[in-house]
């Protein structure tokens, strides 16, 4: 399943919008600083003196591209350099959220990761409340937050911020924890503890897993995190027990095609496990994980996923609206909107 060489880029996005475009959206698996859009990352950039690395907005295009999956989170930790206040998390969050509006998603989980800028001197509630002021700017979309624990800084220190984060989750709307980062390192067994601890204090649960990791991330998510929803999920279809299991309770997948090709989860379209997965009964939504890290959209990622696999934007986004972490009458609202939608437009 692995690919060593997916630094080519994709096919560009269609130039004039389509009904994937134009269509009412929800997502549920996005990180905020990977869907800083690239005018205000370059902003970022230069504001901090630059970097020779990028020495123009198109040699930042150049400059996300990746080898494997290391080398992404690699990128990750040099993008984190550039935000280092209170004020950027604001200008970060207003930008994310005006270009969520403008692809007419009308809710998405923005995951945010405190502890990659605690180098700045930025406290975990900080961050949260300067997002909840850019988000609070910008109308047309619904944004609420997942706190990403960030694995590779142990259980320790997530316990640390989830407790931070508590403190600050019902004024900013953080609905849910997550852990993202090397899965392949840092088993979800060492992180049963601070799930534990979330759940008691009112939050949802997802967490990375098949993906950078094998089935095993899996069943050690469901099993030892007790999560709601898996992030990406889609080397489940390694183990044939596990994918029984999956299927027959209905676990929705966070799945994230682009992403997963170019970080070398997979080598491509033509290997990627969605059209297993969907043929299989699997319960996938679609996201697009770090939009601007991987030239991408979540229309992109529907587009695709409808037309190689016969999948359709409407169910899916229907299944992603039952996944998430709305209330009920959030779900009942955005459900009649979307059908009223597609209704008009098939």
């Known amino acids: 399943m692995r690919s060593t060489a997916c630094s080519a880029p994709l096919e560009n996005l269609p130039e004039m919008p389509d009904l994937f475009d134009l269509a009412p959206k929800v997502e549920l698996h996005l990180h905020l600083e990977g869907a800083i859009p690239l005018p205000t990352l370059w902003d970022l950039i230069e504001g901090y003196g630059g970097d020779p690395s990028v020495p123009t907005e198109a040699a930042l295009v150049d400059r996300l591209q990746y080898s494997d999956f290391p080398q992404f989170i690699d990128t990750w930790w040099w993008m984190t350099g550039f935000v280092r206040s209170y004020e950027d998390f604001e200008k970060v969050a207003e930008s994310v959220a005006t270009d969520l509006a403008r692809q007419n998603i009308l809710y998405a989980e923005a995951s945010f990761s405190p502890t990659d800028f605690e180098r700045h001197g930025l406290s975990a509630q900080g961050i949260a409340l300067s997002i909840r002021n850019g988000l609070d700017r910008v109308r047309g979309t619904q944004v609420v937050l997942n706190c990403d624990l960030v694995r590779d800084t142990g259980p320790d220190r997530a316990t640390t911020t989830l407790r931070a984060v508590l403190e600050v989750a019902a004024k900013t709307d953080v609905r849910g924890i997550t852990i993202g980062g090397s899965e392949q390192t840092y088993p979800p067994e060492l992180f049963s503890s601070v799930y534990r601890e979330a759940a008691e204090g009112g939050l949802r649960l997802t967490a990375h897993a098949g993906e950078a990791a094998g089935p095993d ?86 587009r695709r996923v409808e037309g190689l696999y016969g999948a359709q934007a409407d169910t899916l986004t229907q299944r992603a609206i039952r996944a998430s972490w709305m209330t009920k009458k959030e779900q009942a609202s955005i459900a009649t909107t979307v059908d009223e939608w597609w209704l008009d437009h098939r």
């Open 217 to 302: 991330s899996v069943r050690g998510a469901l099993d030892e995190l007790g999560v709601e929803r898996i992030g990406h999920g889609v080397r489940i279809v390694e183990d044939t027990d596990l994918m029984a299991r999956v299927v027959a309770d209905q676990i929705p997948l966070e799945v994230c095609p682009t992403s997963n090709i170019r970080t070398g989860v997979v080598s491509g379209w033509d290997a990627h496990p969605v059209g297993v997965l969907l043929d299989s009964g699997a319960n996938v939504t679609i996201s697009s994980d770090d939009p601007t890290f991987f030239h991408t959209s979540v229309a992109e990622d529907l």
